[in-house]
């Protein structure tokens, strides 16, 4: 059998949305607010979806405390009141928009879990604003 299952974690974070190849004037006209040189932050909600096949001897998919564990290990951890400019390596030199925030994270996640799994991120940079990754087909 087939399923999906579901967690949800959040961290809280800094970021300026900033391209260097660009002039202020114009990084201002883009990105407005979020251009704030003094950086400006969210709460980020996510859920991460696994997807596989369930084993029948134990009736899980995976066992939601490694997936809590990984979570807080690998990304809470790592992003949680930092500033992600500054402080996350993956966005030294790569725009920390919502989009780019949760390809990292699928990609962290993709790392430290099985391959049998398929993984969903899906994060919530305001409760109106939100991306998802892979993309919805």
């Not at 979570?71 to 996350?88: C, G, P, Y």
């Not at 990609?107 to 892979?134: G, M």
């Amino acid at each position: 059998m087939r399923i999906t299952v579901f967690r949800k974690a959040h961290f809280n974070a800094a970021h300026r949305l900033h391209n260097p190849k660009w002039s202020e004037k114009k990084n201002k006209e883009v990105f407005g607010l979020c251009n704030n040189p003094h950086y400006h932050g969210h709460n980020y909600e996510m859920e991460v979806a696994l997807t596989g096949e369930v084993d029948p001897e134990t009736g899980y998919l995976i066992d939601l405390k490694i997936l809590k564990g990984v979570i807080r290990e690998q990304i809470e951890n790592r992003f949680d009141h930092k500033n992600l400019n500054l402080e996350v390596e993956e966005f030294k030199s790569l725009n920390p928009t919502a989009e780019n925030i949760c390809y990292v994270i699928w990609k962290i996640l993709r790392k430290n879990l099985a391959e049998r799994y398929d993984i969903r991120v899906r994060l919530y940079e305001t409760p109106r604003n939100f991306v998802e990754y892979p993309a919805i087909q």
